[in-house]
Nanobody, 126 residues
Framework: QVQLVESGGDSVQAGGSLRLSCAAS????????MAWFRQAPGMEREAVAA????????YVADSVKDRFTISRDNAKNTVYLQMNSLKPEDTAMYYC???????????????????WGQGTQVTVSS
């Protein structure tokens, strides 16, 4: 079992920055691949970024590429999502997810992740 706790969500103005954190505990083998997803009201959950165990392989959605960066600190069992140049369309609940399967295999498929956090709200105003 892996427990995930997100933090860092806030309300910011367009153009601002936020850094989200996801602290993992429990069976760390189950968090070989960790990812961030987001879900806006009335929308499907969509992938934002994923990162492999060693942190050397990352996958970032085209919609946020060049603005968002995913990283991880394995010593702290924590994954981060640095979000810059935020836009109103980035407004959503952001979820951390983890799985034991390697990241290269469908990193953006919601159904491939077995562990989820409760989410942290990001609101971007224009």
């Amino acid at each position: 079992q892996v427990q995930l706790v997100e933090s860092g969500g806030d309300s910011v103005q367009a153009g601002g920055s936020l850094r989200l954190s996801c602290a993992a505990s429990g069976d760390t083998i189950g968090s070989a691949c960790m990812a961030w997803f987001r879900q806006a009201p009335g929308m499907e959950r969509e992938a934002v970024a994923a990162i492999a165990t060693g942190g050397y392989s990352t996958y970032v959605a085209d919609s946020v590429k060049d603005r968002f960066t995913i990283s991880r600190d394995n010593a702290k069992n924590t994954v981060y999502l640095q979000m810059n140049s935020l836009k109103p369309e980035d407004t959503a609940m952001y979820y951390c997810a983890a799985r034991s399967m390697a990241c290269w295999h469908y990193p953006f498929r919601v159904d491939k992740y077995g562990y989820w956090g409760q989410g942290t709200q990001v609101t971007v105003s224009s």
